[in-house]
């Protein structure tokens, strides 16, 4: 006899209606997705979309985080990624999908990835040919997924090269023209966007259209510094001038921040003896100078040895002046004439000469050890601020005095630029005042780590650092930005968020592309 319980009967009913509601759930999420794959196969373009192998489009530089996409592109044509942006433009509303441009994954927090939507390997155009062009206005003109170290090697063959750089070279020009592109030569040249004569662009409604400060000019200054969310840097021309064949290269010493900020305040006015002007802090370092050995020569090498630098908080000036070998006599002069006016530790400078490619390549010999340790592919929270020269001081106060004490995670670069050399046309955001200071801390996390070089330290030591400048009023505005909500957003932009909302209206109207940057919202139509 079977006896059935009320208490049975209703449990049967209930999952019943579950694995009735659940299995309706995913049809209607079958419907949605799995055919926007098959559209999108059905794309006549040169190169090939992958639905497979699609985990590494997650990953980035950062290593925080991960947005698997349904499908990456690699493109052979600049048609083949406007083909491709103008079928999700078409689409519109009915569907979530987005699409990410991805250079060679050196974001920081996943500002290159498109969860479930289509990421584009830019570096798949790397086989465009570069042009070099010479004459009175020498330019290159290059694929938005060409390396900075490529464009190098290129031009110095003929004897030429890019006039603004990054510190890092194996990036690409369409990632860093979309940010802003900054190193040492800042001061004089300004960032690369202010190096830029014409950009190839393919807008979130797939148009490919040629701009420069001539020619569809506001198209051309949204993209420059736009954080990728106009439009794709398919192709730039980019200024060069004549390649010098060798650098000198110098460090120094300072224990008081007063000195060493004023100091390179003078390096970056006037007509600077340098052409490369930054430095760094260095925070309980043992057997400073002794490191430095190993590439460069102590000037004193005696008081060198006995200089002691653990226990203290010490700010190091970077300078870097550009030759050829004829004129080694008179830059040697020159050199010496400009250090005497600086007021660092005497016994702390170091000199050393290296070729104009080594010099540019430095941070590629660090990548390289670090890669051999298995200390590359690490979380990097980092926090890049600029800050306000009359600001710097109270800055460095609170946190080399206060939040920075014991140690650093990584290195802690500081260095003035010039407002004067960046264009207020372009899209990024700087502060008022026309000297401002990058404050870059580059912080390496130790993974499965609970201490002070752990992710968790290092980004609470972040959030000390950004809310100490929010109720400081300091002005700051951070360099690679990354915000939660659209409100914070708004107040980075200030002023500017108007502009930057209608630009975003005009070229990517339906909000597709750049979703990592998390500014805007596609708006989904739900039926």
Request: contains cysteine; proline residues 5%; hydrophobic residues 40%.
């Amino acid at each position: 006899m079977l006896v059935s319980f009320p208490g049975q009967n209703n449990m049967l009913v209930l999952r019943s209606f579950m694995i009735l509601f659940f299995s309706c759930i995913t049809i209607k999420i079958n419907l949605c997705f799995p055919s926007i794959p098959s559209s999108l196969k059905t794309l006549s373009i040169d190169g090939h979309f992958d639905f497979e192998q699609v985990e590494h489009a997650a990953k980035d530089f950062g290593n925080r985080y991960s947005y698997i996409p349904l499908a990456v592109l690699y493109p052979k044509s600049v048609s083949d990624i406007a083909t491709t942006v103008n079928h999700v433009w078409q689409i519109g509303g009915g569907s979530e999908l987005k699409v990410a441009a991805r250079g060679h994954g050196h974001s920081l927090q996943g500002q290159a990835q498109a969860h479930r939507g289509v990421v584009i390997n830019m570096e798949s155009l790397q086989g465009l040919k570069m042009q070099v062009h010479t004459g009175n206005f020498p330019y290159v003109d290059v694929s938005g997924g060409e390396l900075w170290i490529n464009i190098l090697r290129e031009s110095l063959k003929h004897g030429l090269a890019p006039k603004s750089w990054t510190d890092y070279l194996h990036l690409t020009v369409g990632g860093t023209l979309s940010n802003a592109g900054i190193s040492g030569q800042a001061f004089r040249h300004g960032p690369q966007i202010s190096n830029v004569y014409q950009l190839e662009v393919v807008t979130g409604k797939g148009e490919v259209v040629n701009c420069s400060e001539k020619q569809n000019s506001d198209l051309f200054y949204s993209v420059l510094g736009g954080l990728g969310q106009f439009g794709i840097i398919t192709r730039a021309r980019i200024s060069l001038e004549p390649a010098p064949e060798m650098v000198k290269w110098i460090r120094m010493v300072y224990t008081d921040f007063a000195t060493f900020t004023r100091d390179q305040e003078k390096l970056i006015s006037g007509q600077s003896t340098f052409d490369y002007v930054e430095g760094f802090v260095i925070i309980n370092r043992t057997g400073l100078l002794n490191n430095w050995r190993s590439s460069f020569n102590p000037q004193d090498p005696l008081q060198a040895s006995q200089f002691k630098s653990d226990g203290r908080t010490l700010f190091c000036l970077e300078l870097a002046k550009y030759f050829n070998h004829e004129d080694m006599v008179l830059v040697n002069q020159e050199i010496k004439t400009s250090l005497s006016q600086l007021n660092h530790i005497p016994s702390t400078l170091f000199i050393s000469e290296v070729p104009y490619m080594e010099f540019l390549d430095r941070v590629h010999i660090s990548e390289i050890k670090l890669r051999s340790i298995g200390l590359w592919e690490v979380p990097h929270p980092w926090l890049n601020l600029f800050i306000p020269k009359s600001k710097i001081h109270s800055f460095a106060q609170e946190v080399f005095g206060n939040i920075l004490t014991d140690t650093s995670s990584g290195p802690i670069l500081i260095y003035p630029v010039n407002k004067l050399k960046w264009d207020n046309r372009t899209s990024v955001v700087i502060p008022e005042e026309d000297v401002f200071y990058l404050v870059a801390f580059l912080s390496s996390a130790v993974p499965s780590s609970t201490g002070n070089d752990g992710l968790e330290q290092i980004l609470i030591r972040n959030k000390r650092i950004l809310d100490f400048c929010e109720i400081a009023g300091l002005g700051v505005k951070q360099y690679l930005p990354h915000f939660s909500t659209q409100g914070e957003w708004k107040s980075h932009f200030g002023p500017h968020w108007e502009a930057f909302t209608r630009r975003k209206s005009t070229y990517d109207p339906s909000a597709i592309l750049a979703p990592g940057q998390r500014i805007f919202q596609k708006p989904i139509a739900y039926s």
